[in-house]
């Protein structure tokens, strides 16, 4: 209801749960999908996998608070994200807008329990994932082989993201252009074959390029 009176967003459809979802976008074309975690019958994050991995819209995960140990699992899925259900309208707006352009939101508050879930570190607030099983670790082998076909700018510039900077932050904190940031930022998700800033930060992370307690 508060979204549908937004002039830049349009309310396409609803659903009640994963399966509910899945169908719905069959017939209706979305950019965004606003996916809750806990649902009846298939959860929020099986319909996440089985969206992104059909080519569908990005998905931006609502939780219940920013703790909640499926809202890792999401993200691994494949969500662009998460979101707190209490967060303001104009924050939640804006959530759907960056992940309609193709970023991620990825807020510095929740980057460090992020890095501590996929770095195999103790899961804030549980020992086992929404599965319950361990989520799988990228192999630090061949993503560190990628790690070093990156210039020493761009090696800074994903250190910079993976410690949760926005991008008008790193230009502000290498006295460069917002724009410039922008392009180092393509070109890294393109070296390293990656969908988003969310999965620069797994990344990051798992390759040592940062480590957790890093300022």
Do not use: C, W
Request: net charge negative.
């Amino acid at each position: 209801m508060v979204l549908e009176e937004r002039p830049e967003v349009e309310v396409v459809g609803e659903a009640g749960d994963g399966d509910s979802a899945l169908e719905l976008l069959r017939t209706v074309r979305a950019d965004v999908v606003l996916m809750d975690v806990r649902m009846p019958r298939m959860g929020g994050v099986e319909a996440t996998r089985r969206i992104t991995a059909g080519g569908g819209p990005r998905v931006l995960i609502l939780t219940t608070f920013d703790l909640d140990e499926y809202a890792y699992d999401a993200l691994r899925a494949g969500a662009s994200g998460f979101l707190v259900k209490d967060a303001p309208l104009d924050e939640l707006v804006s959530a759907i807008t960056r992940v309609h352009l193709g970023d991620a939101v990825v807020a510095p508050s929740t980057t460090r329990r992020l890095l501590h879930h996929f770095t195999g570190g103790p899961r804030p607030g549980s020992g086992a994932s929404g599965s319950g099983e361990p989520s799988p670790a990228l192999s630090p082998a061949p993503a560190g082989r990628r790690i070093e076909g990156l210039t020493p700018r761009e090696h800074e510039v994903l250190r910079l993201v993976a410690r949760g900077l926005s991008n008008a932050e790193i230009a502000a904190h290498l006295v460069v252009s917002e724009g410039t940031v922008k392009t180092h930022v393509g070109r890294i998700l393109t070296k390293l074959d990656l969908r988003d800033r969310v999965q620069a930060v797994v990344l990051a992370y798992e390759t040592g390029l940062v480590e957790a307690g890093e300022p």
